[in-house]
């Protein structure tokens, strides 16, 4: 299984894993912000990953690890 690890208080939630994904299963959360003040990527569905790792090379601040 496939998992997608994001450093959540590195983040500053550009928005730029979401439009990477193509299985679109990266969203900003809503619901919390990290140290920085920012609302980061998280990603809704594990399970449904599939390690392309677009999401990784997209990021700017080096934020996501793809693990396979």
Do not use: F, W
């Amino acid at each position: 299984m496939s998992k997608i690890i994001i450093d959540r208080n590195a983040c500053k939630g550009c928005g730029l894993c979401i439009h990477a994904c193509p299985k679109k299963l990266i969203e900003l959360d809503k619901a919390g912000i990290n140290v920085k003040g920012y609302n980061p990527a998280v990603c809704k569905d594990q399970e449904a990953c599939i390690a392309c790792a677009m999401c990784a090379r997209m990021c700017p601040d080096v934020c996501i690890t793809v693990e396979k």
